[in-house]
């Protein structure tokens, strides 16, 4: 499952759930009062922003990746992320076995472990010029 981002003017911007969720965020953040416009970025249904209010977004995110707000944040978020000790596989609770007592545990290949799931979630700073671009030629966008 998908995020797909539809610009008035043709462009389109897309990211899986793992990567659109933290980019979403990370605008939400950054621009509390204009993204409010949008009604709401976690879910396909078709909110968006206008033609001026994106460019307006763009210019911002374009002065937070220059200022190095961005990588800061990308940075902190990653070392947070990677500080996080692993949790107990749920599927196997543990044991690295499921199913058939021989099989070896699929989720976690027998180690009883998994990274926590906000792991999963990524952002980089490459995620934030690509969404700018797409902002200042959007035309406005509509999120499916
Ligand atoms: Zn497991």
């Known amino acids: 499952m998908g995020m797909d981002v539809y610009g008035k003017s043709g462009a389109y911007f897309r990211r899986n759930v793992w990567g659109w969720h933290p980019l979403a965020d990370l605008v939400c953040r ?3 009062e204009l993204t409010a416009k949008c009604k709401d970025w976690s879910t396909n249904e078709g909110y968006g922003l206008g033609a001026r209010d994106s460019k307006k977004l763009a210019q911002i995110l374009r002065a937070k990746l220059a200022d ?3 990588a800061d944040f990308v940075a902190r978020r990653d070392a947070r992320l990677t500080a996080m000790p692993d949790e107990t596989c749920r599927y196997c609770n ?3 076995r499921r199913g058939d007592p021989d099989a070896t ?5 027998g180690a009883g472990k998994q990274r926590p799931s906000a ?3 990524r952002l ?3 995620d934030a010029e690509e969404f700018a671009s797409f902002l200042e030629s959007c035309g406005g966008f509509q999120i499916c």
């Open 30 to 32: 950054l621009a509390p």
């Open 68 to 70: 190095g707000t961005i």
């Open 94 to 96: 543990g044991t690295g």
């Open 105 to 109: 545990c699929n989720a976690c290949d």
């Open 119 to 121: 792991t999963w979630y």
């Open 124 to 126: 980089s700073v490459a």
